[in-house]
């Protein structure tokens, strides 16, 4: 049996993604899912979150809200899935950027198996730290780019 992991989801129109928040889902992630970048932060100043996913219009190649998602939960990995043209690179905060369709059912599933995978041979080899420790962020040179 798989690892439940609990992934925040910010997503301004999850009616448009729900081939993607199904594939999450039965992927075997617990999804909470927020709408504003606000919202996101004060979630996750209080819940534990194993990744975010951050899927929204307002959200600019991260713009700032992966600096500031990073900033409430430094050891958590950010994911951006931007929208629209291509993304030049992660932004600061954000440590993997996927170029992948989510309403997409066939690219939903590999990309919620993929990274559900990816989180929990992570969350395996993940140093157990007490609450108030900080936790450096990943080194600039680990950042992903992942296409699909």
Request: proline share 9%.
């Amino acid at each position: 049996m798989s690892a439940r992991l609990t992934l925040l989801l910010l997503c301004d129109e999850p009616e448009l993604h729900s081939p993607f928040i199904s594939a999450l889902l039965a992927a075997g992630f617990r999804l909470l899912i927020e709408h504003y970048p606000e919202d996101a932060k004060t979630l996750l100043s209080r819940v534990p979150a194993d990744a975010v996913m951050i899927r929204h219009h307002a959200v600019r190649c991260g713009s700032r809200v992966g600096a500031e998602l990073k900033l409430v939960a430094p050891g958590t990995p950010i994911i951006l899935f931007p929208s629209g043209a291509q993304c030049p690179g992660p932004q600061p905060g954000i440590d993997s950027v996927c170029h992948a369709d989510p309403k997409d059912e066939i690219v939903a599933r590999a990309v919620a198996v993929f990274f559900h995978s990816a989180l929990t041979k992570q969350s395996s080899q993940r140093p157990v730290h007490a609450a108030n420790e900080n936790v450096p962020a990943a080194a600039a040179h680990s950042k992903t780019q992942l296409t699909l």
